[in-house]
């Protein structure tokens, strides 16, 4: 059953991950959240959503938790108070450094060779495209 490979893979990564993060202090969904503002700078809490694919009500108190770490802070934007933009601080940006060993790590414990990588990439974008599209019948 595709489903259940699917989900045993998912178990194993969230295995490897947790015990790559833990030196961090990180979970899973707070690594997550961290490289996008690592790649982009700065990001209201809506581009951050849609950059996990999750709803503002599972990123907020995400977001509040990564605060008290004091890894990112929140600014309201002059022109525009309803928009709240979260920010590294110098805490957040001296983390990245240490995050290239997790990814060295995952890389390690999916030992693909070659092109496996990108091609099982390419596989798992469109059956997520696909289930997302059957789910919206």
């Given at each position: 059953?595709?489903?259940?490979a699917?989900?045993?893979?998912?178990?194993?990564?969230?295995?490897?991950?947790?015990?790559?993060?833990?030196?961090?202090?990180?979970?899973?969904?707070?690594?997550?959240?961290?490289?996008?503002?690592?790649?982009?700078?700065s990001?209201?809490?809506?581009?951050?959503?849609?950059?996990?694919?999750?709803?503002?009500?599972?990123?907020?108190?995400?977001?509040k938790r990564?605060?008290?770490?004091?890894?990112?802070?929140?600014?309201?934007?002059?022109?525009?108070?309803?928009?709240?933009?979260?920010?590294?601080?110098?805490?957040?940006?001296?983390?990245?450094?240490k995050?290239?060993?997790?990814?060295?790590?995952?890389?390690?414990?999916?030992?693909?060779?070659?092109?496996?990588?990108r091609?099982?990439l390419?596989?798992?974008?469109?059956?997520?495209?696909?289930?997302?599209?059957?789910?919206?019948?």
């Open positions: 059953m595709l489903c259940f699917v989900y045993k893979a998912e178990q194993a990564f969230n295995r490897v991950y947790r015990q790559a993060l833990e030196p961090l202090g990180l979970t899973y969904p707070q690594f997550l959240t961290m490289r996008l503002l690592w790649k982009d700078g990001l209201s809490v809506g581009e951050i959503s849609d950059g996990l694919g999750l709803d503002s009500g599972t990123v907020t108190p995400l977001l990564l605060t008290l770490m004091g890894l990112v802070k929140k600014e309201r934007r002059s022109e525009d108070e309803r928009r709240v933009d979260i920010l590294l601080t110098e805490a957040g940006r001296a983390l990245e450094t995050s290239e060993a997790v990814m060295q790590c995952i890389a390690q414990a999916v030992a693909l060779e070659g092109g496996e990588g091609e099982m390419g596989t798992i974008n469109r059956l997520t495209a696909n289930l997302a599209r059957a789910g919206k019948r």
